[in-house]
């Protein structure tokens, strides 16, 4: 099983993109994820960026999208996003990335203006238009669980039924362990998503609010999690570290090469990297 890294955890180094692709190769990740927004980057900056990883032999694997206003309650919202996560759609080919990992966001108002079945169907509608588009590029959407309490899709229940209710094969289930510890969510659960699966982040928490620390640096208990994941069988499986920033900016490096030593070192205990 491969090991990479989403590059927004360079974020601090305050350095060009090809500064981050460099020292993940370096330390020694197979793979990256690619965090930009092609409204906000150029034609020229995503060639940088695709010949950089290509020169180093990095692959690109995912490519991570935030799209709350694909849930809006305004049509012409919804008609932007999903313009804008076309284009997401189109860089993700470009790189010859896998997927794209897409997080949908919350119910708005605490769910007492808008109907919460509404706002659910306006998603899965939106993210079957999406499939759709992503299934003529050969590429899968990672749809992203995400703990908080008014999260659209925020355990593995309801991204169940959320991809039920899309019914698109495209359209599958990002897993990020810390996620599911903060949701409550044990290992065992995860077999409910068997098949259904696109890609894995990994990281670690205080078990109360949300954290992408360095695996080791928080309470969760990876080996159960790992175990569940290597029985899922996802073909081409890559664990993605994602890191919110360190304490130390300065420090950044230090920050990511434990990410890669502690993370690295729990795979070869769970038997997912040799």
Not at 193 to 204: E, K, N, T
Request: charged share 30%.
């Amino acid at each position: 099983m491969d090991l990479g890294l989403i590059n927004s955890a360079w974020a601090q180094a305050g350095r060009e993109t090809a500064f981050g692709i460099q020292k993940t190769k370096e330390i020694g990740f197979d793979c990256i994820d690619i965090f930009a927004d092609p409204l906000d980057i150029d034609v020229r900056e995503r060639k940088l960026i695709k010949d950089a990883c290509d020169k180093l032999h990095l692959p690109i694997v995912s490519v991570p999208c935030v799209a709350v206003g694909l849930i809006d309650f305004n049509p012409s919202v919804q008609r932007f996003h999903l313009e804008r996560c076309r284009k997401y759609l189109d860089m993700a080919y470009e790189f010859e990335a896998r997927n794209l990992l897409l997080v949908l966001g919350e119910y708005i108002w605490q769910k007492q203006v808008i109907p919460p079945e509404e706002q659910w169907e306006t998603g899965v509608q939106n993210v079957r238009i999406l499939g759709e588009y992503a299934e003529d590029l050969d590429l899968e959407i990672a749809l992203e669980l995400e703990p908080f309490e008014l999260s659209l899709v925020r355990d593995i229940d309801g991204m169940v039924r959320f991809l039920d209710a899309v019914d698109h094969p495209t359209v599958k289930a990002n897993l990020d362990i810390s996620h599911l510890v903060l949701s409550g969510e044990p290992p065992e659960k995860i077999v409910a998503l068997s098949g259904r699966v696109a890609h894995v982040h990994i990281s670690d928490c205080d078990g109360k609010v949300h954290g992408d620390l360095p695996p080791g640096r928080g309470v969760v208990e990876f080996a159960g999690y790992l175990e569940a994941i290597k029985h899922l069988n996802i073909p081409d499986a890559t664990i993605s570290i994602e890191l919110e920033y360190s304490p130390e900016p300065d420090r950044i490096l230090d920050w990511v090469r434990e990410a890669f030593d502690s993370t690295s070192q729990l795979m070869r205990e769970a038997g997912l990297r040799a």
